[in-house]
């Protein structure tokens, strides 16, 4: 209950350091924007910011971790005999209609494509949240789906998140993401449908197509 208690508060904690250093980056710029700023502005001093964050680049990412932590979360959560790509839709559903009112995160959005110096470690956040999503895919008690199943789903669903994302912020946050998302879950549902539970993607391809081929077991 402690160790819940703690991590919570941590959450807590680097979600509003983020969005101090947001503030900070949109009125001065990410370049212009010292560590030392942010810790003050913050209320702590800069030992404290990297208790929370390895460096500033860190911080601009820090509302999508925590919120990606809470994805994988929930994802482990689901019920073990739920379809994998559905339970990859209703957590993502569910957190896109909060993103979708979030100021912050389209100006997390913007400040990275304004800002060559991100997009290296944005590369980075998604690589390893792709493989925590793979992971709890797997980890939910039951289920039995292997590596290449599960990174192939994950990796589907990472894309719609993409996405989704570049639609919204061309459309300077006007359009529905929870909307591009059902959208997209569903013009992708007949291809990458599985029952983690019982069999691997295409295991039973429909009639008259070629069976692709699984990798070997190891």
Excluded: C
């Excluded at 009125?27 to 810790?39: H, K, N, S």
């Excluded at 589907?156 to 459309?171: C, Y």
């Amino acid at each position: 209950m402690a160790d819940g208690l703690r991590e919570r508060t941590r959450r807590a904690v680097r979600a509003e350091l983020a969005r101090v250093a947001l503030d900070l980056f949109a009125a001065r710029g990410f370049d212009e924007t010292t560590v030392d700023e942010i810790a003050q502005a913050a209320g702590l001093t800069k030992r404290s910011f990297f208790r929370y964050f390895p460096a500033k680049e860190d911080a601009v990412f820090g509302g999508v971790d925590v919120t990606g932590e809470q994805v994988v979360e929930d994802i482990r959560a689901r019920p073990a005999d739920e379809d994998p790509w559905e339970s990859l839709h209703q957590v993502l559903s569910q957190w896109e209609r909060q993103i979708h009112t979030s100021e912050q995160t389209l100006a997390s959005l913007r400040l990275i494509e304004s800002t060559p110096s991100l997009h290296a470690r944005l590369y980075q956040k998604r690589a390893q949240w792709r493989r925590h999503v793979s992971d709890a895919l797997r980890d939910r008690p039951g289920v039995q789906l292997d590596p290449f199943d599960a990174e192939l789903l994950t990796n589907a669903a990472a894309t719609i998140l993409d996405t989704v994302s570049q639609e919204w912020l061309r459309s300077d946050g006007t359009a529905d993401r929870a909307a591009l998302l059902d959208r997209a879950f569903t013009f992708l549902h007949p291809v990458a449908t599985i029952r983690g539970h019982r069999d691997g993607p295409f295991a039973t391809p429909p009639a008259g197509s070629a069976e692709i081929p699984r990798p070997a077991a190891t």
